[in-house]
């Protein structure tokens, strides 16, 4: 799906760019210092717990995509010096 349809790659890795500048520790710290209500905080929890299940999913796309050019890239290149030995 990654590699045939343009939107989900790009949807993916815009995700991707964004998990990379989040830091839901720094909001568990502004939760600490700034928020009083309890109901804001739970939100605050809930919010950083489904980024972390996000994150999550996330990598199983991506690792198996990784994982999958990390082959092709072997394969490629143990082609290559195939030829090369033989020619």
Request: net charge positive.
């Amino acid at each position: 799906m990654y590699d045939e349809w343009p939107f989900f790659r790009v949807t993916i890795d815009l995700i991707e760019m964004v998990f990379a500048k989040g830091d839901p520790r720094i909001a568990a710290l502004y939760d600490h210092l700034l928020v009083d209500q309890e109901k804001l905080k739970n939100l605050g929890e809930d919010l950083r717990r489904k980024y972390n299940e996000t994150k999550a999913l996330l990598l199983q796309v991506t690792v198996s995509l990784l994982r999958r050019a990390i082959r092709w890239n072997y394969w490629k290149m143990l082609f290559a010096t195939s030829v090369s030995v033989c020619v």
